[in-house]
């Protein structure tokens, strides 16, 4: 534990964190279900590791866009579940006050990001920014200007590529022609790494190596955070394009299964302190439901708030 620099408290804290973000995400699902939440629902199964690792390892002066399935950062940096459901069901304790319920997956946040970098260069503030995106988004153009400015400036910025293998359904091999999207970092004159998406410490390793040499004036990092989207691009799709055999192989993977065994191996973590923090949570997530429940819809009058300056 002394080499992650991590106590045993925070150490099961990142499991709390990973625990909380699946089962938010399961009771979301349910709300879809019912009919509660407008529009879709995406879930981050299999990226609860990722998410928490990077989120772990940033500063608490440090900025970010996480996405929609990146709960995982929202959770760890303190926002209340409640809220994150009561942005789900659109209602004004959301963060977005109703207004927008997820940021899609897709790399219109790196451009903000990097701006971010470039505004802490300025004023010579001791900050980083992450900026998150799929695989699949790696293909707009988007990306390219985000990470083609943060080379030349060499910004304090981190990007994570959430790795899931598959852009909706297009497999990876169609997506681009490289073995590694982290080896794309190299055109733009910056360090990839690629790294085990479902092992939470090896990601929060990385992240926190990069972040800090990004406030050193290191420049940029591109980690490739390679895991497997363990449902459909969104609920309403079954994933039938994704062999069984892949899904069985990457479920042995499980990020929060593979913490916790870390935790009990390395950290003496017992069975009686794991049942008695997944009731604590279960708990957190009937009052945050019920909490977020009870908030009330927007008034349709505030549609342009905090749209215009």
């Known amino acids: 534990m002394d080499d992650l620099g991590l106590s045993r408290d925070a150490l099961i804290g990142l499991y709390r964190s990973m625990l909380v973000t699946r089962r938010l ?7 879809y279900k019912q009919g509660k939440i407008p529009g879709s629902f995406y879930t981050g199964r299999g990226n609860e590791g990722a998410s928490v690792g990077v989120a772990a390892a940033m500063a608490p002066d440090d900025v970010g866009t996480p996405l929609h399935r990146n709960v995982g950062v929202h959770v760890h ?3 209340e579940p409640w809220r994150i459901l009561a942005n789900y069901l659109g209602r004004v304790d959301g963060p977005s006050r109703g207004q927008i319920t ?5 790399p219109a946040m790196l451009p903000v990001v990097v701006g971010c970098a470039l505004a802490f ?3 010579e503030e001791p900050r980083v920014a992450v900026g998150w995106f799929g695989e699949g988004a790696s293909a707009r153009n988007d990306t390219h200007e985000a990470m083609n400015l943060a080379g030349v400036r060499q910004l304090p910025v981190v990007f994570v590529c959430d790795n899931n293998q598959w852009a909706y359904s ?3 091999h169609l997506e681009y022609g490289c073995e590694r999207l982290s080896d794309r970092a190299q055109g733009y004159g910056f360090e990839g790494v690629t790294v085990d998406g479902t092992d939470m410490l090896a990601v929060y390793r990385e992240a926190k190596r990069a972040i800090e040499k990004a406030r050193a004036g290191g420049g940029p990092t591109l980690i490739e955070s390679v895991t497997l989207r363990m449902e459909g691009h969104a609920v309403h799709d079954d994933a039938f394009y994704v062999p069984d055999e892949l899904l069985a192989a990457w479920a042995e993977r499980d990020p929060v299964e593979r913490y916790r065994a870390w935790l009990a191996a390395h950290a003496g ?3 009686e302190e794991d049942e008695t923090l997944v009731a604590e949570v279960a708990t957190l997530l009937r009052d945050a439901l019920r909490r977020a429940e009870d908030s009330p819809l927007p008034d349709p009058s505030t549609v342009a708030d905090g749209v215009y300056a």
């Open 102 to 106: 997820i940021v899609s997956h897709l």
């Open 170 to 172: 297009t497999p990876s």
């Open 77 to 79: 940096r303190g926002t």
């Open 269 to 271: 973590f017992t069975g």
């Open 25 to 31: 995400e399961e009771v979301g699902h349910t709300l």
């Open 121 to 123: 260069c300025i004023r």
